[in-house]
């Protein structure tokens, strides 16, 4: 099949049968897998290269895995340590421990028990992430701790490839040789590449950062786009070159730009490649189901798999709860890493290189694992179903608290003159806000002085939610140019109704269009500026202040009354034209009022002595 025709086919299965499985109240990973097992060999056979279209769709963990390093400030990920080395370590050496008894219970050999332990208790980051994201999970406390627990797992890969010929050379070469070939070749090779993960994460500071903004300066999205691409494709090819995982390269790209104004940008750009690499790598993993075998030892695959996901969970549960999780959270923890992982792949090639586990037995735990992945989906509907009956007979303080960084209650997209006072104010009541500005050098700017700036397009929703718009509780359109504040106002009052929208608005008509598309709150950006000079200008011609700011204070509401009566009419220029001769005489009469009113005051004053005006107190005449 050409590549055009394999797209076609991959694009297609993916549209029909994800939509029927969603529909089922099943996940779109189970959608994916689906659709894989329909065109792989064991079905239609539509697809024969399973193992290449496997490596490709790996691109989409990769990019997964640069997200979410993204998401993980240097600080972040430094708070993140103890649950990473403690609870991660733990659920590992305890899974390992169990399932290499149990195979070697089963009849293999200690070496390839250990073997497969090791392997096996390692979970899918693919599956795991997708499925929090999938439910919104992945900022509670079961969802960091999944996190933690798997991304213990993705450095543990690196020691891992170094262990398994260690292990087989255990059991067949001299003591003396044994120690030879750990030391010389494995401990040598772990060394070097820590080393090098410490001289890439040092340098790629001083790399990445001015590439992008040299790619920011020329303007031109697509080259922005691709400058995302080189670099995660290109962290991740180091990181591989080296001996590391691709996975690792890009979760340390994602790290060391997560503290940068091009966040979000970043996390844009790379979602739609993510999301279809992603997809694909799932329907690899249908397509590698073996059918034909599963059929002839359903019960031995089945029981493997079952066997499997019961040890993980058997784990987890005691391990959440010295967590301090809930019951609940814990239930949740256990039921989204029950599966085997992505990196069995790899690693089981590995041990089938070096001698230590035998062909058959690996092609068997493969399909254990592949099962095991297509049963989690099943596994977090059922844990979700004891979650919700465990909610109905608890109190309701059972909502789950976000542990992540509070989120900005304010997102301010335009952050020139007027964003920028607007973000001040806000500073100074301790009032959290995101800023995103498509000018570059002004977002380096706020970021000097602590502002939480980004670098992007407001009018994009993929930097939108990128940048916490769907938790805020208001949207600040401060941008200067008419046309794309319409374009924000429309696509944040489409795919975020509950925020509260304020925007500038460049003149009446403008503020007239801002109205049309749901804009609740309206600011002409001259508006306000012009009465404050008016209210000086008449206090500097001999007008007491207290009458000044009574005229300019009447001005405004009846100004703002004025704007929304002519909003709900028909916007046409006679009317228009009419309606405003009427308020200037209306407005006339009113200011005759009030000097009335103050020359009545002032005769009072001059019969019972003086009487200073103090307060801002507005005594409407009745005639009003």
Excluded at 276 to 287: E, H, N
Excluded at 449 to 462: H, P
């Amino acid at each position: 099949m050409s590549l055009v025709q394999d797209t076609v086919l991959f694009l297609g299965s993916a549209v029909i049968v994800v939509p029927i499985v969603k529909r089922f109240g099943f996940g779109a990973v189970l959608g994916y897998l689906a659709a894989g097992l329909m065109i792989g060999p064991s079905i239609l056979g539509l697809v024969s290269d399973v193992d290449a279209i496997l490596h490709f769709g790996e691109f989409g963990v990769v990019l997964l895995l640069f997200i979410i390093g993204l998401e993980l400030q240097p600080a972040r990920l430094w708070s993140l340590r103890r649950p990473v080395f403690g609870l991660g370590f733990a659920q590992m050496a305890l899974s390992a421990l169990l399932i290499g008894l149990a195979a070697f219970a089963l009849g293999l050999s200690p070496q390839a028990a250990a073997i497969v332990g090791l392997v096996l208790a390692l979970s899918s980051t693919a599956f795991a992430i997708q499925t929090l994201a999938e439910r919104n999970n992945l900022r509670t406390q079961h969802g960091r701790a999944a996190f933690s627990i798997l991304l213990f797992q993705d450095l543990a890969v690196i020691p891992l490839l170094a262990v398994i010929p260690w292990l087989v050379a255990d059991y067949t070469l001299p003591d003396g040789e044994t120690a030879n070939v750990m030391s010389d070749t494995d401990w040598l090779s772990i060394l070097f590449s820590i080393f090098m993960v410490g001289a890439v994460t040092f340098g790629g500071r001083y790399v990445l950062r001015p590439l992008l903004r040299l790619t920011a300066a020329a303007g031109i999205t697509e080259l922005f786009t691709a400058a995302a691409l080189l670099v995660v494709l290109g962290m991740a090819l180091l990181m591989e070159t080296i001996g590391l995982s691709l996975a690792l390269g890009a979760f340390l790209a994602g790290v060391l730009l997560a503290d940068t104004q091009y966040r979000h940008r970043l996390e844009a750009d790379i979602n739609p490649f993510k999301g279809l690499l992603l997809g694909l790598f799932f329907i690899a993993v249908g397509m590698s189901v073996d059918l034909a075998r599963l059929v002839e030892q359903p019960l031995a695959v089945f029981g493997a798999a079952i066997g499997l996901m019961l040890i993980k969970v058997v784990v987890l549960l005691p391990l959440g709860r010295m967590a301090r999780l809930r019951f609940e959270q814990t239930l949740a923890l256990a039921a989204v890493l029950p599966q085997g992982g992505e990196f069995a792949f790899v690693l089981f090639s590995a041990a089938v290189n070096a001698g230590a586990v035998d062909r058959a037995t690996v092609d068997f735990l493969i399909l254990v694992v592949v099962v095991s992945m297509v049963l989690t989906p099943v596994s977090v509907t059922i844990a979700d179903r004891l979650r919700r009956m465990l909610a109905r007979q608890r109190a309701p303080d059972a909502s789950v608290p976000d542990i992540g960084e509070h989120e900005p209650r304010v997102i301010i997209a335009g952050f020139g003159r007027f964003g920028q006072i607007v973000g001040r104010l806000l500073n100074l009541r301790r009032i959290k806000f995101v800023a995103l500005d498509s000018d570059d050098a002004r977002i380096a700017v706020a970021r000097q002085f602590g502002n939480e700036a980004y670098f992007g397009d407001a009018n994009r929703l993929q930097i939108l939610e990128a940048a916490g718009t769907a938790r805020a509780e208001a949207f600040v359109i401060a941008v200067d140019d008419a046309e794309r504040a319409i374009e924000i106002a429309q696509m944040v009052r489409m795919h975020f109704p509950s925020v509260t929208l304020y925007a500038r608005a460049s003149d009446r008509f403008h503020a007239y269009r801002l109205l049309e598309v749901g804009v609740s709150h309206v600011f002409r950006e001259m508006f306000g500026s012009s009465l404050d000079l008016s209210r000086e200008l008449i206090h500097g011609l001999g007008v007491p202040a207290r009458e000044a700011d009574i005229l300019t204070r009447r001005f405004r509401e009846h100004d703002e009354k004025l704007l929304h009566e002519q909003y709900l009419q028909d916007h046409d220029a006679a009317t228009m034209v009419r309606t405003t001769k009427e308020a200037a005489e209306h407005l006339m009469g009113l200011f005759e009022l009030d000097r009335i009113s103050a020359d009545d005051e002032a005769s009072k004053d001059d019969a019972s002595g003086p009487a200073p005006l103090t307060g801002d107190t507005d005594r409407r005449p009745a005639a009003e």
